[in-house]
């Protein structure tokens, strides 16, 4: 179940979301490795290449959880020996550091523009543009960004609460772009989305109200587990943060009513649809 658009009009354009969304994009094929690249296989100068980039740009929980950069030895007991929870609770003094430089909070924030691989990227540039779209038109513009960023530190928070000695780097939009997705499930429950569903072969484009797509996401997530690489805490912590935020912006008076005016858009703009249809 892939949603393709929604019946949700803006009255502004989008700017910040597709700002964030070019930051994304222009990360991926203009810095990262992984996107610069041809689409064969990587080579192996090119997967090092990759695991370096990773290590020196992106966040890291135990990093964050010790206020420093890995050591060389942490990261060669991740790379080589597998072990994905290398944290040292005392770095040596004399250990080697391969990026004594890094900024771990800045990286942090760099991460919410970073994306492991194409799927990932093209996923998270759809759900973007899909829910942000509406959320970035009903709270204003510097509201929007600041949300953004807000979803993706709750999410990054949690996903290091969970996994705290873990020496993987995670990257993604994912966790804040559901902050979005949570407050869009608040906002507008009801409106429908046009969605892929692939029986088979057999393509169908039903409209389905948001609510039970973006539930049907959320419950997901549960299946995932900490096994696997998907930073699957930071999705759910970015959801109820979304959520929770919605419910707090609804509590008041204008923005209410401002979202009740939405909602007649809405309407009116499926009658003119139906009626539209009805003439052809």
Known sequence: MIPISDDNPTRRRPF???????????????????????????????????????????????????DR??????????????????CLEHAPADGVVPFPDKNVWLAAIVSMFLHAGWIHLIGNMLFLWIFGNNVEDQMGRIPFVLFYLVSGAVATAAHVMVQPSSTVPFVGASGAIAGLMGAYLVWFPWVRVRTVILL????????????????????????????????????????????????IARSDGDFERSLQLQHRRIRAAASNRNARRLAE
């Open 16 to 66: 910040m979301t597709l700002l964030v969304g070019l930051a994304c994009v222009v990360m991926f094929f203009y810095v990262q490795p992984s996107g610069t690249r041809s689409l064969d296989l990587a080579t192996e100068g090119e997967r090092l290449e990759e695991i370096e980039f990773s290590y020196e740009f992106a966040a890291i929980p135990c990093e964050l959880t010790e």
């Open 69 to 86: 950069s890995l050591t060389a030895q942490e990261i060669s007991a991740t790379v080589v020996g597998g072990n994905t929870e290398a």
């Open 200 to 247: 088979g072969v057999v393509p169908l484009w039903p409209r389905i109200p948001a609510a039970p797509i973006l539930l049907a996401w959320f419950g997901s997530q549960f299946l995932i587990g900490n096994e696997s690489s998907i930073a699957w805490m930071a999705h759910v912590a970015g959801f109820a943060f979304g959520i929770m935020a919605g419910l």
